[in-house]
């Protein structure tokens, strides 16, 4: 930690945890779980508009979920990530999150 700030290295690893719990909750199609990642502020960037709020965050992330029947492990540069899946009809899609103290601030698709 030079000068104080956290590094991309460390960001990443503190964020590692909560992705992680992100990917297992999705993958169980468990919208609670999935619920207590998010920040109750989170913004979400989506084709149709800015959704802010969990309930706006869980709905699109679980319909994403319902497409997705894997998820490739985080693709990560400091607290911000690329959440990839794949679906059974061979169509990919990436969320796009950043990771603060634990909760998901921000998803983007």
């Known amino acids: 930690m030079a000068g104080g700030h956290l590094s991309d290295a460390d960001r990443a690893q503190a964020s590692l945890p909560a992705l992680t ?7 169980a199609h468990d919208a609670g779980a999935l619920a207590d990642l998010y920040r109750d502020d989170v ?3 989506a084709p149709d508009g800015v959704h802010t709020g ?5 709905a699109r992330h679980m319909e994403i979920a319902a ?11 400091g607290a911000r990530a690329a959440l990839r899946w794949t679906g059974d009809d061979g169509s990919r899609g990436a969320i796009v999150v950043e990771v603060r103290r634990g909760m998901i601030i921000f998803a983007a698709v």
């Open 54 to 58: 969990v309930d706006a965050a869980v």
């Open 43 to 45: 913004v979400w960037l």
């Open 67 to 77: 497409r997705a029947s894997s998820w490739d492990p985080p693709q990560q540069h």
């Open 21 to 27: 719990a992100v990917i297992e909750a999705v993958g």
